[in-house]
T-cell receptor, first 116, second 116 residues
Framework: GAGVSQSPSNKVTEKGKDVELRCDPI?????LYWYRQSLGQGLEFLIY????????KSGLPSDRFSAERTGGSVSTLTIQRTQQEDSAVYLC??????????????FGPGTRLTVT | AQSVSQHNHHVILSEAASLELGCNYS??????LFWYVQYPGQHLQLLLK??????LVKGIKGFEAEFIKSKFSFNLRKPSVQWSDTAEYFC??????????????FGTGTQLKVEL
């Protein structure tokens, strides 16, 4: 079956511009996560959505970062006024739910963001 | 906050050598433990997971890991590595006494190179 998909696969943007990154989770998965992978910081949690509950935004590094999930499916991560330190690979993952046994997170291929 | 330590950043082995990668986490309580692998140019994939029960868990491709609660450890092992095991390996944890819900806290990763 189809896995987690992300678009675009690569994005180069100028410092100060806004960017939107998209994630399509696996069909039927109620939980969706955003992480980023950078050379200096490794893999870091950003934000997590579960069903209709309020998202856990505790990993967002600044208020320039926001995310939404429409209709319980597709999610968009938006970075406003991008900075060079935002350059990283942004990974999306989804899981069937949050109960034990449903915890396994399936990762997408990522979006490589380069801020020049 | 929960943290994960991977002690080996780069490991080089010859084919058929045995592998052990260390992983320690900081907070006890109820934790779920994972090893993920990222082959060159590919997505993060789950190797194995521990939720409860037998502390020795077996994953794909001949990998296994042992959960030792008293040592806060979840080391990854493989008796005989192959060239195709060349990849980056990440240990990850959810839960722990400080909570954290379902978000994965990752270690910094271990780059494994297997030489012919």
């Amino acid at each position: 079956g189809a896995g987690v998909s992300q678009s675009p696969s690569n994005k180069v943007t100028e410092k100060g511009k806004d960017v939107e990154l998209r994630c399509d989770p696996i069909s039927g998965h109620t939980a969706l996560y955003w992480y980023r992978q950078s050379l200096g910081q490794g893999l870091e949690f950003l934000i997590y959505f579960q069903g209709n509950s309020a998202p856990d935004k505790s990993g967002l590094p600044s208020d320039r970062f926001s995310a939404e999930r429409t209709g319980g499916s597709v999610s968009t991560l938006t970075i406003q006024r991008t900075q060079q330190e935002d350059s990283a690979v942004y990974l999306c993952a989804s899981s069937l739910g949050i109960a034990v046994g449903n915890y396994e997170q399936y990762f997408g291929p990522g979006t490589r963001l380069t801020v020049t | 906050a929960q943290s994960v330590s991977q002690h080996n950043h780069h490991v080089i082995l010859s084919e058929a050598a045995s592998l052990e990668l260390g992983c320690n986490y900081s907070y006890g309580g109820t934790v779920n433990l994972f090893w993920y692998v990222q082959y060159p140019g590919q997505h993060l994939q789950l190797l194995l997971k521990y939720f409860s029960g037998d502390p020795l868990v077996k994953g794909i491709k001949g990998f296994e890991a042992e959960f030792i609660k008293s040592k806060f450890s979840f080391n990854l092992r493989k008796p005989s590595v192959q060239w195709s095991d060349t990849a980056e390996y990440f240990c990850a944890v959810t839960g722990g006494v400080t909570g954290g819900g379902n978000k994965l806290t990752f270690g910094t990763g271990t780059q494994l190179k297997v030489e012919l």
